[in-house]
């Protein structure tokens, strides 16, 4: 009873997002407030809606009711219960609901917080988005209704697919998927705004702290699936340039192209007709993503059960929406009025820089992508793009945009001073040769490595400067800098958090990649496994039972100078279920870098193979993603980008006036 | 018209043009993933076997497999010869051979080729329960205990199933298991292909 009370709420909703699609809009041509509160009062049926189907599957998986298909085909009742809850997202009809599910709490927010966005232009927006939920909503209902029942119901599930089994499921896909459905409301807004013919600066205001929201949580999945990659798939990588990966890389480095250009858009009026087509685009690239990943017509580790019936329908999505919107921006665009004249030297300049690097690492990556498909469709070729392509290419893009970026923040609007900047960063200078020359001094070689190393302390450190710039540090006493310092708008703090945390991750980049340590050995119990300075000692393998698997687990201690510090335990998991087995792999942090024991085979000689990998600062990969994360969460508590916080401030000023 | 809307115009002219770029574009790539929907499955790779003859490798029978005409022999690759033959590669562990058992039933129906089996790394009284429950659709069942010879056939997983022609070359690989699916739009074509060359 309660799957079909899902799939009811399902179809309810497909019938009211139908309805905001068209009533709105009639709204908003004829000026009629009731019609254009349909969009509000829609978006919060369809949100409440979306909370009942999606609860109700989320019950079926709690209950391990396995008389519902999907239940059945990714859940066992010997799961963990935060497994059992987790599997509802771990396949696609699932996943899929997640998706709308995000998608609908979207539309609620902006009903919820766009109080003071233009009503018609409100209106239009939550039609836009309604198109979009419209279409997903029908094509779970078609293709992939996650509430098939099974007659008769079988008695036990067939279980997860066990890498599926970790925690980072849990909070992965959330993550990325509020990351993805989170820039459908820039595209609804850039749609929207086509439509009107109207864009202003107030346009980007609106937008910009979406679109930060939606980056925000596209750069935690990324930086969480990258961390769960590393740690489960075995070999110590985190990234793998897979066409998925590849798939959440491009939103994000259009998204980030877009908040640029949304602040150029915001203060000057520039760069309007090129801030539209990023917001479409970004979220174009999401929804190429998910029909990559569903459709089948690539390779990757993380292909969904994939159906070609499925892939025409998300074809046809595609079509619609991007296809539609594009053709709505060809045919608007070109009467949009420019504003804003600027000086290639200034703080739109180098937005204009950064906009043009970045959109071109995303073309790089999207070429890189899909390129094997296109040989493949013209040739019949099969080839794979590995890391080899992405690495030359995307490496030499990324260079000037991390040389670029501390300038960015130090130059004025309109007409900038270069000279100036660049005295500014002279410390930034003297921190990159200091960087490196420690460097040089822990490590020698590469030289590649060293440069790349000091590149990374001189983002960090020029991110630095305009909050040392601004503050007056070293040049008023520190107190006094300290109270400004506080004094600074959030904004700021947050461009250098999230500036100084690419440095941050490129650091980590540097010291994993260039001094890496690694041995693979076949090794008896007894054995010792040198490596960077620690020793392990391998004690044998035991058998252990967890809920629904076996495991042999190895014992290693770890010895620094001849002194024990700890124990690691990698293993070795069979689940019965699926007849699958999975390598878990021990992982001791020491500072910022990470011992790593993984193992391989159990040999018929008794002997194992064992993999050991030693990854200096390591973790500085993650902590980067995590500061450009924190940098985005104090731009968006900046009160400017408050909901109606001008306003506020305005009727404060004049309730004094008046006082 | 004044000088200054010719200007407007022929400024506007190349602005409509680039804004059907992102159009073009967005089209060209939309065809690209339409053609390549039909294409199959990407992660399967074209067998290099194919065109090539069959492993030359006798595999003895499964003991104790009676058949209608008494024991059902072990896979000799002189048979292979004069007749068009079909090749499955099974296991009693393997769980889409369970599905798929049901299906070479009804392939084995057709009088103008030969079924056989291969049961690769599997234990004889295992693979004997396995045809008990689902019939034998096989005419002969080799038994590859120890994979030597499904390295040779160059199997990577089971199942997966081998149209070999009358003059003894490998024709076609299946990767993966039959369906209801695939059983009409693939194998019996394939089959049909393999007879037509004579």
Request: hydrophobic residues 50%.
């Amino acid at each position: 009873m309660i799957p079909e009370i899902g799939h009811y709420a399902l179809i309810l909703a497909l019938a009211v997002s139908l309805a905001q699609s068209i009533v709105p809009l009639v709204g908003a041509r004829t000026h009629d407030p009731v019609l254009m509160d349909v969009g509000t009062k829609g978006a919060y049926a369809q949100f409440i809606l979306m909370c009942v189907s999606f609860g109700a599957l989320a019950f079926a998986y709690g209950r391990s009711d396995f008389s519902v298909a999907s239940v059945f085909e990714n859940s066992h009742s010997l799961m963990p219960e935060i497994y059992k809850f987790t599997s509802l997202w771990g396949n696609h009809e699932g996943s899929m609901l997640l998706w709308v599910m995000i998608l609908a709490l979207f539309g609620a927010l902006v009903a919820a917080f766009g109080a003071n966005i233009p009503t018609s232009l409100k209106a239009t927006v939550l039609a836009v988005q309604s198109w979009i939920a419209a279409l997903f909503y029908l094509f779970i209902l078609i293709t992939s209704n996650p509430f098939t029942r099974l007659a008769p119901a079988p008695a036990q599930g067939r279980d997860l697919n066990p890498i599926l089994q970790d925690p980072g499921l849990a909070i992965h896909p959330p993550l990325l998927y509020v990351g993805y459905v989170g820039f459908s409301i820039s595209f609804s807004f850039a749609v929207a705004a086509l439509i009107e013919g109207r864009i202003d600066a107030a346009w980007a205001r609106w937008v910009r702290p979406w679109a930060l929201l939606a980056w925000i949580f596209l750069t935690l999945g990324i930086a969480m699936g990258s961390y769960w990659a590393y740690y489960t798939l075995g070999w110590g990588g985190w990234w793998f340039w897979d066409p998925v990966e590849n798939a959440s890389f491009m939103p994000w480095l259009a998204g980030t192209a877009l908040l640029h250009s949304a602040l150029v858009m915001e203060k000057r009026e520039a760069l309007k007709v090129w801030t539209i087509l990023l917001a479409i685009l970004t979220f174009s690239l999401s929804l190429i993503g998910t029909f990559i990943v569903r459709s089948g017509v690539l390779t990757s580790v993380h292909a969904f059960a994939s159906d070609p019936s499925r892939g025409v329908f998300i074809l046809v999505i595609l079509l619609l929406l991007i296809g539609g919107a594009l053709a709505l921006y060809a045919w608007r665009a070109p009467s949009l009025r420019q504003g804003g004249l600027f000086a290639p030297i200034s703080r739109e300049g180098s937005l204009v820089l950064n906009n043009l690097l970045l959109s071109t690492a995303t073309a790089t990556v999207f070429v890189g992508t899909l390129y094997p498909l296109a040989l493949e469709a013209l040739t019949g070729a099969k080839i794979s793009v590995g890391a080899p392509f992405f690495n030359l290419t995307f490496a030499p893009l990324f260079v000037p945009i991390l040389i670029a970026v501390p300038f960015g923040p130090l130059l004025a609007w309109k007409r900038g001073d270069i000279r100036a900047a660049t005295q500014r960063l002279t410390f930034a200078f003297v921190a990159a040769v200091v960087g490196a020359l420690i460097a040089f001094a822990l490590q020698g070689k590469p030289v590649v490595a060293l440069a790349a190393i000091g590149l990374g302390f001189y983002v960090i450190a020029g991110s630095i400067a305009e909050l040392i710039e601004r503050s007056g540090l070293f040049r008023v006493p520190v107190s006094t800098a300290f109270h400004r310092a506080r004094g600074l708008p959030r904004s700021t703090w947050g461009t250098m958090f999230a500036h100084a945390g690419l440095g941050l991750t490129l650091i980590g980049i540097v010291c994993e990649t260039a001094w890496g340590l690694e041995t693979i050995g076949a090794y008896k119990p007894g054995a010792t496994i040198p490596i960077g300075g620690y020793e392990l000692k391998y004690e044998g393998l035991s058998p252990r039972k967890g809920p629904n698997f076996t495991a042999d687990v190895a014992r290693m201690i770890v010895l620094r100078d001849g002194r024990e510090i700890g124990v690691m335990e990698p293993s070795k998991r069979a689940f019965s279920t699926r007849s699958m087995n999975t390598s878990e792999a021990a992982l001791m942090t020491r500072g910022l870098g990470q011992l790593y024991v993984a193992l391989g085979d159990i040999n018929a000689d008794k002997t194992t193979t064992v993999r050991v990998y030693w990854k200096p600062f390591v973790l500085l990969i993650w902590i980067g993603g995590l500061a450009m994360a924190f940098g985005g969460v104090l731009s968006l508590s900046d009160r400017r980008l408050r909901v109606g916080a001008p306003k506020m401030a305005r009727n404060r000023a004049q309730a004094e006036r008046t006082a | 018209m004044t000088t200054q809307d010719q200007n407007e115009t022929q400024n506007a002219r190349p602005r409509m043009w680039v804004a059907l770029v992102p159009l073009a574009a967005f089209a060209a790539i939309a065809a690209l993933f339409f053609f390549r929907l039909g294409a199959g499955d990407p992660s399967k790779l074209p067998s290099a076997l194919i065109g090539k003859p069959a492993p030359d490798i006798a595999l003895p029978a499964l003991e104790s497999l009676a058949g209608p005409n008494g024991a059902v022999p072990g896979i000799d690759p002189a048979a292979f010869k004069g007749a068009v033959t079909i090749v499955n590669v099974w296991a009693s562990w393997c769980v889409p051979c369970h599905e798929e058992a049901p299906l070479f039933m009804k392939v084995a129906q057709d009088n103008r080729i030969r079924v056989v089996g291969v049961n690769y790394k599997d234990q004889p009284e295992k693979a004997l329960n396995f045809l008990k429950r689902y019939g034998n659709p096989f005419a002969a069942v080799g038994v590859d205990a120890n994979g030597r010879a499904g390295i040779e056939w160059g199997v990577y997983g089971v199942p997966e199933t081998f149209i070999v022609g009358r003059d003894g070359m490998i024709a076609y690989k299946l990767v993966g298991p039959l369906t209801p699916d695939n059983i009409d739009t693939v194998l019996r074509k394939e089959i049909d292909k393999a007879l037509a060359k004579g």
